[in-house]
């Protein structure tokens, strides 16, 4: 297999994705890095970034990270090498920092980002200092703290450049909250990654129904709403001939449970909208929010057509794949919505060959493909209010991160991305697209009101009248959204 610097294609994917949303430039190393190289992107002076970052002794202090971590849900590195690039990789970065900055990296997992949410306030709310950053579902976890004022804006600890490729851009640019910003994301997490929602298709299906280059539709701006909804229409297969379609048939499409956001994000939809003065407001009550659920809910709260594990009722059990993963690894689906760690974590073992695509655009005049960011995997990247040292904290964070795309960005692509999931170079250029405009929504995130669970719902069919709907909890959601504007400005 190429190395990811012998292919200028992959080259390119995997900047576009780093960014989230933003520009990208040359890399100085491959993920063949050793630990004591420090690389970043050059300045016009030719320097490399990090090597300007200042080479503190911090006297064997030990900077505590409390996170949501398992074998899966990477986020951590293992004690000793693996011969697994992603954890090797990430020892090397934290043997790095270890040596430049003479400090101990103490990693504290736990299996779920509810511990992690329990201890961060308890820890806040004594002052203890015991944890210098913490990352966790940004839903579940990071936003509850944000919201409660027990987490430092970023933009107030020094060093922190936010809007370089190294951070998510996209958080950074559409996030702040009256220019204050408490979480983000990058690369630092492993699970980062897996964050971008997609299309997988199974090729093998698709020839023998006669559907043709779904690849070409991509590239020649030819993949709407309107064209993948043609493509599932009458797929759906009564295979035990007991009348109707259940679980144990054949469907045209298998959903995710974010399918509905998803679907939202990359028809152009948009949960929040900035008011101008750094603030935001909900956006639910345009004309477009209700014409891209006229357009979705009919299809994907069709039961004939969409399986949906909300829809059906069915109960996943624990430790086993989702119900849509396991129909379409069982060749009784022909597209899924999913986000991209499902693809990663269960689909790598799939017989069947598939292929990956983007969700599709509204119609040909939208400018660009969106992904919609799934938030609630433990990606989110925060620091505890107390943090007495910011000066040394925001030094650690920024080499961190810098570390964590030049040596864990490689070695996740290589091992997810090149191994795992694209078995063909259209997929490889599907890849592009997908990780290029990856959107995450602050709605979706904090959930104003019940409002994107809402949006969702009735996106996905499960629901009706989402303007009476709306109507009914309209004033909470709004009180909600002030209530963290209120409280992201209260905080110094």
Same mark, same amino acid.
């Given at each position: 297999?190429?190395?990811?610097?012998?292919?200028?294609?992959?080259?390119?994917?995997?900047?576009?994705?780093?960014?989230?949303?933003?520009?990208?430039?040359?890399?100085?190393?491959?993920?063949?890095?050793?630990?004591?190289?420090?690389?970043?992107?050059?300045?016009?002076?030719?320097?490399?970034?990090?090597?300007?970052?200042?080479?503190?002794?911090?006297?064997?202090?030990?900077?505590?990270?409390?996170?949501?971590?398992?074998?899966?849900?990477?986020?951590?590195?293992?004690?000793?090498?693996?011969?697994?690039?992603?954890?090797?990789?990430?020892?090397?970065?934290?043997?790095?920092?270890?040596?430049?900055?003479?400090?101990?990296?103490?990693?504290?997992? $736990?299996?779920?980002?509810? =511990? +992690?949410?329990?201890?961060?306030? /308890?820890?806040? &709310?004594? #002052?203890?200092?015991?944890? @210098?950053?913490?990352?966790?579902?940004?839903?579940?976890?990071?936003?509850?703290?944000?919201?409660?004022?027990?987490?430092?804006?970023?933009?107030?600890?020094?060093?922190?450049?936010?809007?370089?490729?190294?951070?998510?851009?996209?958080?950074?640019?559409?996030?702040?909250?009256?220019?204050?910003?408490?979480?983000?994301?990058?690369?630092?997490?492993? $699970?980062?990654?897996?964050? =971008? +929602?997609?299309?997988?298709?199974? /090729?093998?299906? &698709?020839? #023998?129904?006669?559907?043709? @280059?779904?690849?070409?539709?991509?590239?020649?701006?030819?993949?709407?709403?309107?064209?993948?909804?043609?493509?599932?229409?009458?797929?759906?297969?009564?295979?035990?001939?007991?009348?109707?379609?259940?679980?144990?048939?054949?469907?045209?499409?298998?959903?995710?449970?974010?399918?509905?956001?998803?679907?939202?994000?990359?028809?152009?939809?948009?949960?929040?909208?900035?008011?101008?003065?750094?603030?935001?407001?909900?956006?639910?009550?345009?004309?477009?929010?209700?014409?891209?659920?006229?357009?979705?809910?009919?299809?994907?709260?069709?039961?004939?057509?969409?399986?949906?594990?909300?829809?059906?009722?069915?109960?996943?059990?624990?430790?086993?794949?989702?119900?849509?993963?396991?129909?379409?690894?069982?060749?009784?689906?022909?597209?899924?919505?999913?986000?991209?760690?499902?693809?990663?974590?269960?689909?790598?073992?799939?017989?069947?060959?598939?292929?990956?695509?983007?969700?599709?655009?509204?119609?040909?005049?939208?400018?660009?493909?969106?992904?919609?960011?799934?938030?609630?995997?433990?990606?989110?990247?925060?620091?505890?209010?107390?943090?007495?040292?910011?000066?040394?904290?925001?030094?650690?964070?920024?080499?961190?991160?810098?570390?964590?795309?030049?040596?864990?960005?490689?070695?996740?692509?290589?091992?997810?991305?090149?191994?795992?999931?694209?078995?063909?170079?259209?997929?490889?250029?599907?890849?592009?697209?997908?990780?290029?405009?990856?959107?995450?929504?602050?709605?979706?995130?904090?959930?104003?009101?019940?409002?994107?669970?809402?949006?969702?719902?009735?996106?996905?069919?499960?629901?009706?009248?989402?303007?009476?709907?709306?109507?009914?909890?309209?004033?909470?959601?709004?009180?909600?959204?002030?209530?963290?504007?209120?409280?992201?400005?209260?905080?110094?």
């Amino acid at each position: 297999m190429p190395r990811i610097f012998a292919s200028l294609l992959i080259f390119l994917m995997v900047f576009a994705f780093f960014s989230c949303r933003g520009e990208t430039k040359p890399d100085a190393a491959g993920s063949n890095d050793t630990a004591e190289t420090f690389t970043g992107e050059e300045d016009p002076a030719g320097q490399s970034y990090a090597d300007t970052l200042p080479a503190a002794d911090f006297e064997g202090y030990t900077f505590r990270i409390i996170a949501h971590h398992t074998s899966t849900w990477i986020n951590f590195p293992e004690e000793e090498q693996t011969g697994e690039p992603v954890n090797d990789a990430m020892l090397r970065r934290n043997k790095a920092l270890e040596e430049r900055f003479n400090i101990k990296i103490e990693n504290i997992a $736990f299996d779920s980002s509810g =511990p +992690v949410l329990d201890n961060v306030k /308890k820890s806040a &709310a004594s #002052d203890d200092h015991a944890y @210098d950053m913490a990352i966790a579902s940004m839903t579940g976890t990071i936003a509850p703290l944000a919201s409660s004022g027990m987490l430092r804006d970023l933009n107030s600890i020094n060093h922190l450049r936010l809007d370089q490729n190294w951070w998510c851009k996209s958080m950074y640019e559409n996030l702040q909250v009256g220019g204050r910003i408490f979480y983000t994301t990058g690369p630092i997490s492993g $699970f980062f990654f897996y964050a =971008p +929602v997609a299309i997988c298709y199974n /090729k093998q299906l &698709a020839q #023998d129904m006669g559907i043709g @280059d779904i690849y070409r539709l991509v590239l020649n701006n030819e993949w709407t709403a309107d064209k993948f909804f043609e493509l599932i229409q009458d797929k759906s297969k009564d295979l035990d001939g007991d009348g109707a379609v259940t679980k144990t048939d054949f469907y045209a499409l298998a959903c995710d449970g974010v399918t509905g956001q998803a679907a939202y994000i990359a028809f152009g939809g948009r949960q929040v909208t900035a008011d101008g003065a750094g603030y935001f407001k909900l956006n639910f009550e345009d004309e477009k929010t209700q014409n891209l659920i006229n357009k979705a809910a009919p299809v994907f709260g069709d039961i004939s057509t969409a399986y949906s594990s909300k829809t059906k009722g069915y109960t996943r059990v624990p430790g086993e794949p989702y119900p849509e993963n396991t129909i379409f690894m069982e060749n009784r689906a022909l597209f899924i919505i999913t986000p991209m760690g499902n693809v990663a974590i269960d689909f790598r073992a799939m017989e069947s060959d598939f292929g990956i695509l983007p969700l599709p655009k509204l119609d040909s005049s939208q400018p660009e493909y969106y992904s919609y960011g799934n938030p609630h995997g433990p990606i989110g990247i925060a620091v505890p209010i107390y943090c007495e040292n910011a000066e040394r904290t925001g030094l650690i964070l920024e080499t961190m991160a810098v570390l964590s795309y030049d040596l864990v960005r490689p070695a996740m692509y290589d091992n997810m991305l090149q191994q795992k999931i694209a078995r063909d170079e259209d997929s490889q250029k599907m890849l592009d697209i997908i990780y290029e405009n990856t959107y995450f929504d602050l709605n979706t995130i904090h959930n104003f009101g019940g409002s994107s669970d809402l949006l969702q719902n009735c996106m996905g069919g499960i629901n009706e009248n989402f303007a009476s709907s709306y109507e009914k909890i309209k004033a909470r959601a709004e009180k909600a959204l002030g209530d963290l504007i209120g409280a992201y400005t209260a905080l110094d």
